[in-house]
């Protein structure tokens, strides 16, 4: 293997799975790119592990009844969107931003049609619209498959039904008001066609049917402003404050189709 100084930026190549496929030193442009992209990171407590089949979502999907919400900080929410059909408005205005979309308004646009990978980018660029553009609070909820011979497993039903497998997910996580209490739905035109609980986002990550290891190892709620994790145990985020990474990541996938 090369010897590499202590401090040097390096890129790693990684398949779906996490393996190492080939690690270089940055190019000087890159390396320039990498500090101004990433100029700050976020540390966090632990994720939690979980087991979905022995979740209660009444305590799960409430962030005021959650102690792991409680543990990230991630229970003040200033401006709850105020009802479901609400949150479908939203959810609708990010789909139809897509790069499959008929007349995306959002530049650049925002590749759901492909799930195999830039999760990332799509949140982010996602956060900016919620955040921006509508004025609700948001979060990021990861999801990890990070432990034993875990792997998160989907399959990508709006895209030609093939199986897709990461091992981490991100999107954006809104508080709605449901009956008076603040619920934890999950933004992802990727996956769904509506919001969805964060329960109903997580277990769709386990689908055993593409892959036997098919599990949810730990999941965390992050600032809106977390972009990546920035090590495996996901105790700590990069962030993309100026969008540069995120444009360029939306702009890259524009034309990548998930099912062949």
């Given at each position: 293997t090369a010897n590499y100084r202590s401090g040097e930026?390096?890129?790693?190549?990684?398949?779906?799975?996490?393996?190492?496929?080939?690690?270089?030193?940055?190019?000087?442009i890159e390396a320039?790119?990498?500090?101004?992209?990433?100029?700050?990171?976020?540390?966090s407590e632990l994720p939690a592990d979980i087991e979905l089949d022995k979740i209660d979502t009444n305590l799960l999907n409430i962030p005021v009844r959650n102690a792991d919400f409680k543990k990230w900080n991630a229970v003040a929410c200033t401006n709850v969107i105020p009802n479901l059909t609400a949150a479908q408005s939203l959810f609708d205005f990010c789909a139809a931003q897509g790069c499959k979309a008929p007349n995306p308004t959002v530049n650049p646009c925002i590749p759901f049609q492909y799930v195999i990978?830039?999760?990332?980018?799509?949140?982010?660029?996602?956060?900016?619209?919620?955040?921006?553009?509508?004025?609700?609070?948001?979060?990021?909820?990861?999801?990890f498959a990070n432990q034993n011979n875990d792997v998160l497993a989907v399959r990508a039903a709006k895209w030609g039904n093939c199986c897709v497998q990461w091992w981490y997910h991100v999107a954006p996580l809104v508080y709605v008001n449901v009956n008076n209490?603040?619920?934890?739905y999950v933004i992802d035109p990727g996956m769904f066609n509506t919001p969805v609980t964060l329960s109903t986002w997580l277990l769709a990550q386990q689908t055993t049917n593409c892959n036997a290891r098919a599990h949810v190892s730990t999941y965390t709620?992050?600032?809106?402003?977390?972009?990546?994790?920035?090590?495996y145990a996901g105790t700590q985020f990069n962030t993309d404050p100026n969008y540069v990474a995120t444009n360029q990541t939306l702009i890259a996938y524009k034309n990548g189709v998930t099912c062949p």
């Open positions: 930026l390096l890129k790693v190549i990684a398949d779906s799975l996490n393996q190492v496929l080939s690690i270089h030193p940055l190019t000087d320039r790119e990498a500090k101004l992209v990433f100029n700050d990171s976020i540390r990978d830039g999760c990332y980018a799509r949140a982010h660029k996602m956060r900016w619209i919620i955040e921006t553009m509508y004025k609700y609070c948001s979060y990021k909820v990861f999801s209490v603040a619920v934890a709620v992050q600032p809106s402003s977390a972009y990546t994790p920035a090590n």
